[in-house]
């Protein structure tokens, strides 16, 4: 229940615009008259208002076929008062007509969910006279509806009339689910009584290989030239439910196999907390042919691994960046938290797009694909159109406010078969915690798409966002908590297994959905969970440093605005820190009072001037309205890269430029962190000896005389009138500057 005391989990698809349409359910036939000398009948179904014609599949001598078909007319598109419903059957030279039923379009009823679905009813058949015929019996319904009823996602429509029947299935909408990840843990601790392929000599490089899938990791060759070497190395992978998987356990030696072992996913003990399960021993088996094995199974003692196993629930496996993920939620179903909130997209429609099939005399067949948390949506293709109007709403579970969603636009390349990929048009991210609760976001958002000749604008998308918050208490509770599960933090994941991680979560999520029907293919995965983010690009490198540079600029900001008070600027602002100063020095119990006050005040006067509307993805903070042609084929440049050497070169020159600057500024930082840590470690004997004896002095002077009264001098002269100032640097910044660091020290 929300606070109000309503129900906030019902969807009442209220955020889009009723879309009538006109649909038509085949269910059946029986009895059906023969037509063909033979006696057997080829039955399809034909269903037709105006110049609009759908067809179902048809049936080899069958009389009693069963279809379940729907077909949806767009009310504002019908061109005839008419639905005729015919019978016929399928023949080489002609179709004959079976039958036939109409239908007046002002008689159809109107259904609006949640009402029950319309019964269908057997209707007899007429002959082209409009008269009964002695046989044959078909089951229809027939209703007005909108696009919220449960027949529209699976219709055939109108407005993919020309489309075949092998490609009808990619333009329909669709609801997708990512498989639940696990992160895999194997510890590979030693191996015991090795038989080298060379019984000659010992095992002098051995290694161990794990495979799981299409993950496969080695250890590093054992230190120890022995037929019992140790490794003591963790490795870690992505396993997925059901488990159907194998591990494959292999110890080489120089290239060669000498021992495998076969273990399956689903007998490895899921663990929720840090406590590890204890390790085992795998007996290793020769892979080699019968004989040998024979052989082995004669010996006394086999080969053996000692490995530690465990599949880890209590962790998120990040699938997404973490700075921008839609969940953070633990495997495990009994560590999730429960939901605080419903969020609501109405995706509406696009506006101004590129035609993206120019080149083949077409526009653009254009659909949206929205993911948040392990839920996927797709919207219905709409064909050779640059103003598309889908007006479709989905609701998702929100356990987490300080996610993002991420809604992309794409044209569909497989209208008319073949293996194109579909192509991107551009994608939006809303973060869920910048959303007011219960208020409806209507805006058009600008889709981006940076290529390799530069950022293009292909059109704008218009959505409605609405986050309804059903547990406030829940919500604000989680400010104080981490946004990874506790997991992370207990035993964290080594940084060099993460990016990897990552990239492989990636895979298997688009692997599973590209074997949907109608498949959610790579190119939409990879677009949609950004699987190049951590590729190197100077653009984003430039992007980096300008927000670094625009925090900076605020500190810089508050910097001159004291120097200002303290070279007296504006005398009345001055003069009021003066006063503001001398209060705090008798009072300092008020120091913490006023500073706190500070920020509720400019809290409230930046109130005036919130946000109104959602972020969106924006150009000139990525630096991609003014990047460099060159810049940008670097960045869509492939890993390793195929460019010539001459390129080649000349960007690795120009990263050596841009390395030498930073490594300027990171020497320069250096310098300044040895400078303080050398103030005590008489590198510089007279200046330590100073320093001591001036904190000396000082130690004395602050017990003797009141701290309010030192404040008070240390604060009156900061703030002294510029009169009494000199243009050279004060005695302590010369002092530092003094202290010796160990950039001498430098070959």
């Known amino acids: 229940m929300g606070y109000w005391g309503r129900d906030k989990s019902a969807s009442t698809y209220d955020m889009v615009e009723p879309m009538n349409f006109l649909y038509v359910s085949v269910v059946k036939a029986m009895d059906l008259p023969s037509k063909d000398v033979s006696g057997s009948l080829d039955p399809y179904v034909e269903v037709k208002v105006g110049n609009y014609k759908g067809v179902t599949k048809h049936f080899e001598k069958n009389q009693n076929p069963v279809w379940n078909s729907v077909f949806a007319f767009s009310k504002e598109r019908l061109q005839s008062s008419l639905i005729e419903i015919t019978v016929k059957d399928r023949d080489v030279s002609k ?28 209707y007899k058949l007429l002959d082209k006279k409009g008269e009964l015929i002695k046989r044959g019996d078909i089951m229809l319904a027939v209703w007005m509806g909108t696009q919220a009823d449960e027949a529209f996602p699976d219709a055939w429509h109108s407005d993919a009339h020309n489309v075949s029947e092998q490609s009808l299935s990619t333009t329909r909408s669709k609801v997708y689910f990512s498989p639940k990840l696990y992160y895999l843990r194997v510890h590979v601790f030693a191996a015991q009584d090795l038989v ?16 799981v899938c299409n993950q496969g990791r080695t250890t590093r060759p054992s230190q120890m030239k022995s037929v019992n070497p140790e490794w003591n190395e963790e490795l870690m992978y992505v396993a997925w439910e059901p488990f159907d998987e194998l591990i494959v356990v292999s110890v080489e030696d120089n290239n060669v196999t000498i021992g495998r072992v076969f273990i399956p996913l689903r007998n490895v003990k899921l663990t929720e907390t840090s406590k590890m399960p204890d390790a085992q021993w795998f007996a290793l088996q020769k892979p080699a042919a019968a004989e040998d094995q024979i052989e082995m199974k004669k010996d006394k003692f086999a080969s053996r691994v000692l490995l530690r196993l465990s599949i880890d629930s209590g962790y998120h496996v990040l699938d997404e960046s973490a700075h921008f993920s839609s969940d953070l939620q633990p495997a495990a179903n009994q560590l999730r938290k429960p939901s605080v909130g419903i969020l609501e997209v109405g995706i509406l429609s696009a506006r101004n797009l590129q035609a993206m099939k120019a080149k083949d005399g077409k526009l653009t067949d254009a659909y949206c694909v929205a993911k948040y948390g392990n839920k996927w949506v797709r919207t219905r293709t709409l064909l050779d159109n640059l103003h598309p109007v889908w007006n479709e709403q989905y609701t998702w579970e929100v356990y987490d406010s300080c996610t993002v969603i991420t809604i ?9 078969g073949g293996d194109a990929k579909d192509q991107r048009i551009g994608k939006v991210r809303i973060r869920l915690s910048t959303l007011e609760t219960d208020r409806v976001y209507t805006h058009a958002y600008p889709l981006l798409v940076l290529t390799p000749s530069g ?24 400010y104080g908590k981490p946004l990874l599960p506790k997991m992370h933090f207990v035993q964290p994941i080594h940084i060099k297994h993460v990016d990897l991680l990552r990239h492989q979560a990636i895979n298997i999520v688009a692997g599973k959905l590209a074997r949907a029907e109608p498949p959610l293919r790579n190119e939409i995965v990879e677009y949609m969970l950004d699987v190049d983010y951590h590729v190197f690009s100077l653009r984003r490198s430039k992007a980096n440093f300008h927000r670094i540079m625009a925090l900076v600029s605020q500190i810089q900001y508050i910097y001159t605005w004291f120097e200002g008070v303290c070279h007296w600027k504006n005398p009345v602002t001055s003069i009021l820190v003066h006063m503001l100063f001398l209060i705090l020095v008798c009072y300092p119990e008020l120091i913490l009072p006023t500073i706190f006050l500070y920020f509720f005040a400019i809290g409230l006067w930046n109130f005036r001037v919130r946000p109104t509307g ?7 903070l990525s630096q991609a309205d003014n990047a460099h042609p060159d810049e940008l084929d670097e960045e869509f440049d492939t890993f390793p890269t195929t460019k010539v050497t001459d390129v080649v070169k000349m960007r690795y020159d120009r990263m050596r430029t841009i390395a030498g600057r930073v490594q300027s500024v990171s020497a320069d930082l250096a310098t300044q962190a040895e400078r303080v840590l050398s103030v005590l470690s008489w590198r510089d004997p007279r200046a ?6 001036f904190s000396l002095i000082w ?13 008070l001098l240390v604060g009156l ?15 302590p910044v010369n002092f530092f500057k003094r202290l010796p660091s160990r950039s001498d020290s430098l070959l």
């Open 455 to 478: 950022l293009k604008k292909n059109g704008e998308l218009h959505l409605a966002v609405r986050f309804t918050c059903t547990a406030w208490a829940n919500m604000v509770a989680q």
């Open 614 to 620: 959602p972020h969106h993805m924006d150009a000139r």
């Open 688 to 693: 330590t000896a100073i320093f001591i004896v």
């Open 717 to 731: 002269y900061i703030l002294r009138h510029p009169k009494l100032r000199y243009k050279l640097p004060p005695v």
């Open 408 to 416: 992309g636009v794409f044209d569909n390349c497989h209208i008319s």
């Open 196 to 211: 080298p392929a060379d019984k000659s000599r010992p095992p002098t490089d051995a290694i161990v290989r794990v495979e």
């Open 95 to 122: 179709d004959d007509f079976v039958g036939k039923v109409v239908f007046d379009v002002p008689d159809v009823p109107q259904r609006v969910p949640p009402d029950s679905p319309l019964a269908p009813q057997w």
């Open 699 to 711: 130690a004395v002077l602050l017990y003797v005389v009141p701290f309010q009264i030192v404040a």
